[in-house]
Nanobody, 120 residues
Framework: QVQLVESGGGLVQAGGSVNLSCVAS????????MGWYRQAPGKERELVAT???????NHADSVKGRFTISRDNAKNTVYLEMNSLKPEDTAVYFC??????????????WGRGTQVTVSS
């Protein structure tokens, strides 16, 4: 099994910054994509950003220029630096990792989520 543990988040004023991190551990041979999704109250879960092991990045249009995703492959860790936060960024942020095990079987794992609340 694989565990994803997120840290960071909390309450911040509009215009402020928050940093999230997520560490993957367990039965891991390699990880292709890591990233973040979010779910606001009453809304569907949506992509925030993903990054591949080769550092190719995909951002949602709503966060481009404000959020930066990065990754430390050696530490199986993904980061999300969130700047210029807006009240509409309020959501539970979930970490994801597409993990290959020793049998080269791939599965997407999800973290439990961390709350980010942006006050106006």
């Amino acid at each position: 099994q694989v565990q994803l543990v997120e840290s960071g988040g909390g309450l911040v004023q509009a215009g402020g910054s928050v940093n999230l991190s997520c560490v993957a551990s367990g039965n891991i041979f390699s990880i292709s994509a890591m990233g973040w999704y979010r779910q606001a109250p009453g809304k569907e879960r949506e992509l925030v950003a993903t990054i591949t092991s080769g550092k190719s990045i995909n951002h949602a249009d709503s966060v481009k220029g404000r959020f930066t995703i990065s990754r430390d492959n050696a530490k199986n860790t993904v980061y999300l630096e969130m700047n210029s936060l807006k009240p509409e960024d309020t959501a539970v942020y979930f970490c994801i990792a597409d993990v290959y095990d020793l049998d080269y079987f791939s599965e997407r794992y999800w973290g439990r989520g961390t709350q980010v609340t942006v006050s106006s």
